[in-house]
C-alpha cells in the first residue's frame, strides 16, 4: 500500500541523515576534544587580554552541538510535519490514508523510527557533553593544582610568601604576606576561562541541559579544590583570606547556571575552623554551652575535624616528628 512505501522511505531517509550524516559529526566533535591537559605546568596568571585558553573545549565543539541540534529538528519539521494540514509530509501522508490495519501499523513503524532517530541523536549529544565535561574537569585541575604548585615551586611569579615548605599549598602564606590581590593566580585565571567557556555553552544547549551541565562542572570544580586542600595543602590565617577569596570567587562562576550549589555554602562555613584562634575553635564547633549550633552539627563532627587539621598551626615539628599541638 501507499502507507507502507511512505513508511520504508522514512525510514531509509532517517536511517541516511542520522547514520551516514549527523552521528559521525557528533563523533568528530568528540575527537575535536583534548583530553588530556599540556604536561608543562600553565603560566599564570593568563593575560586577559588575550583570548581565554579554550580548557580543552574549543568554542566550535559547542557550535557543532547547536548547528546539529538545529538540522535534526528542520529534517523533523520538513519530514514528518506533524499536525501541518496540506503539507505532503510523512505525518499527514500517513494520517490521510485511511483506517485499515495496514495504514495503522505503518504508522507505528514511522513513529518508532521517527523516536529511534532523536533517542540514538540524543544519546550521542549526551556522550559529546559528557566528554566535554570531564575534559574541562582535567584541564581546571591543570589550572588549579599543577598550576597553584608549579608557582610555589619555581618561585618565578610567586606573590605570596610561604610559612612552610612549597609542599604546603598556596595558602600556608606566612602573616607579612600582602592581601592587595582578590585571587590567587590560578583561581583567577580559571574563573576568567571559565566566564568565557560559559558563553559558548549557554548558547548550544537548552536551559534544562545547561543547567544540569553547569551545576555538575560546580560540582568537579568543588571536588578538585577540596580534595586537593584536604590531601595535600595546609591553610594559614592569612592563607584562609586568601583562600575565601578564592571560593567566592569559584562560588560566583559556578551559580551562572544550575541551583544546586549548596556545597560552596558548607565550606564557606568550614573556611572559618582556619581564621578562629585555637582558643575558640572548640565554640565554633560544637556551639555555646554546647547548644549542638556548631558546625560539628551543620557539618558533621568528621568533615570538620578533617578541615580543621589542615590548620598549619594543626601541628608542629620536633626531633622525634610531626606532633599535635596541644591545644
Known amino acids: 500500500s501507499a502507507a507502507r512505501v511512505v513508511a520504508t522511505i522514512y525510514n531509509q531517509m532517517c536511517t541516511f541523515y542520522g547514520q551516514a550524516f549527523l552521528y559521525p559529526i557528533v563523533e568528530a566533535l568528540q575527537e575535536m576534544l583534548k583530553a588530556s591537559p599540556p604536561s608543562q605546568a600553565p603560566q599564570l596568571p593568563f593575560d586577559e587580554e588575550q583570548p581565554a585558553h579554550d580548557l580543552g573545549v574549543d568554542s566550535a565543539m559547542w557550535v557543532g552541538l547547536e548547528r546539529i541540534h538545529?538540522?535534526?529538528k528542520s529534517f523533523d519539521r520538513e519530514m514528518w510535519a506533524e499536525n501541518k494540514k496540506e503539507s505532503n509530509r510523512v505525518w499527514e501522508l500517513l494520517t490521510s490514508s485511511g483506517d485499515s490495519t495496514g495504514v495503522s501499523n505503518s504508522m507505528a513503524v514511522a513513529r518508532e523510527c521517527r523516536v529511534e532517530f532523536f533517542t540514538e541523536l540524543e544519546h550521542r549529544g549526551e556522550d559529546a557533553i559528557f566528554r566535554a565535561l570531564d575534559t574541562l574537569s582535567a584541564h581546571i585541575q591543570w589550572i588549579l593544582v599543577t598550576g597553584s604548585e608549579a608557582m610555589m615551586s619555581t618561585g618565578g611569579a610567586r606573590i605570596f610568601n610561604l610559612s612552610g615548605p612549597s609542599s604546603g599549598g598556596p595558602y600556608s602564606v606566612s602573616s607579612g604576606s600582602s592581601l592587595e590581590a582578590p585571587n590567587s593566580p590560578a583561581v583567577k585565571s580559571l574563573c576568567y576561562c571559565l566566564r568565557?567557556?560559559?558563553v559558548h555553552v549557554q548558547a548550544a544547549l537548552t536551559?534544562?541541559?545547561l543547567s544540569a551541565f553547569?551545576?555538575?562542572l560546580s560540582m568537579r570544580i568543588y571536588d578538585i579544590l577540596v580534595t586537593r586542600l584536604l590531601q595535600s595543602w595546609y591553610v594559614s590565617t592569612v592563607g584562609?583570606?586568601?583562600?575565601?577569596?578564592d571560593v567566592e570567587a569559584l562560588r560566583s562562576v559556578s551559580m551562572l547556571a544550575g541551583t544546586q550549589h549548596g556545597h560552596w555554602d558548607l565550606l564557606r562555613e568550614l573556611l572559618t575552623l582556619y581564621m578562629t584562634p585555637p582558643d575558640a575553635l572548640k565554640i565554633m564547633l560544637v556551639g555555646s554551652d554546647g547548644d549542638g549550633k556548631g558546625l560539628f552539627a551543620r557539618a558533621g563532627k568528621d568533615q570538620s575535624l578533617v578541615f580543621m587539621s589542615r590548620r598549619v598551626d594543626y601541628r608542629y615539628k620536633t626531633t622525634q616528628g610531626q606532633k599535635k599541638s596541644g591545644w
Open 214 to 216: 553547569w551545576t555538575a
Open 207 to 209: 536551559p534544562p541541559s
Open 196 to 198: 568565557v567557556q560559559f
Open 240 to 245: 584562609a583570606v586568601i583562600l575565601a577569596r
Open 70 to 72: 538545529s538540522a535534526a
